[in-house]
């Protein structure tokens, strides 16, 4: 079955720098999902979209926007990169049509700010 | 605020059964879900209670009593492979629903 499809896996930035991570929900998922995860720590909320509209919006930067497009993939974007934002970001998705409508997590992009 | 705690680290021997506790006080629920997270990788969707009671899954169950603000996950006949984080978080009936995660217990089972 298909995943949540995230990338890069892996990106290395330096301070001040922009970067784009990129997100592909499962099919027929409505809504998509970006947690950031810094060590030991457990996934914080930064935003979401319902049907390419923002939804709800957590600890997200000023720094950091994000967007769905017609096509339903989703882009955080990044700017003015900190040392601080070295972390997992992950996206999810999931569909508010159905049961349990649980959360499905992509694998992450480690994003390494130097 | 949101808050949802579980303990931070428990061990447990393989073949054991362990109970991981996670109490939360939310602005509105709307269900109750545990994934498992391994270092470095993404979480992954264990159970799901919306009501009181026990969930059972092969060899996870998940409890909840909404009165209490509680929920619990048991996992039986524990493997190697079962040491993990785990992950309680809680579904808000505001806004589009989104997930707040807890503090995660990471569970080291020994041989």
């Known amino acids: 079955a298909a995943g949540v499809i995230q990338s890069p896996r892996h990106l290395i930035k330096e301070k001040r720098e922009t970067a784009t991570l990129k997100c592909y929900p499962i099919?027929?998922?409505?809504?998509v999902y970006w947690y950031q995860q810094g060590p030991g720590q457990d996934p914080q909320f930064l935003i979401s979209?319902?049907?390419?509209?923002?939804?709800d919006k957590g600890s997200i930067p000023d720094r950091f926007s994000a967007q769905q497009f017609s096509d339903y993939h989703s882009e955080l974007n990044m700017s003015s990169l900190e040392l601080g934002d070295s972390a997992l970001y992950f996206c999810?998705?999931?569909?508010?049509?159905?049961?349990?409508?649980?959360?499905?997590f992509g694998q992450g992009t480690r994003l390494t700010v130097v | 605020g949101q808050n949802i705690d579980q303990p931070t680290e428990m061990t447990a021997t393989e073949g054991a059964i362990v109970q991981i506790n996670c109490t939360y006080q939310?602005?509105?629920?709307?269900?109750l879900f545990w994934y498992q997270q391994h270092a470095g990788e993404a979480p992954t969707f264990l159970s799901y209670?919306?009501?009181?009671g026990l969930e059972e899954k092969g060899r996870f169950s998940s409890f909840l009593s909404r009165s209490k603000g509680y929920s619990y996950l048991l996992l039986k006949e524990l493997q190697m492979k079962d040491s993990a984080s785990y992950l309680c978080?809680?579904?808000?009936?505001?806004?589009?629903?989104?997930?707040?995660f807890g503090t995660g217990t990471r569970l080291l089972v020994s041989p």
């Open positions: 999810a998705s999931s569909s508010r049509t159905g049961g349990v409508s649980e959360a499905f």
């Open positions: 099919p027929r998922h409505d809504t």
């Open positions: 979209f319902y049907e390419k509209m923002q939804s």
């Open positions: 939310t602005s509105g629920f709307n269900g």
């Open positions: 209670n919306v009501l009181d």
């Open positions: 978080a809680v579904r808000l009936n505001t806004g589009f629903q989104k997930l707040v």
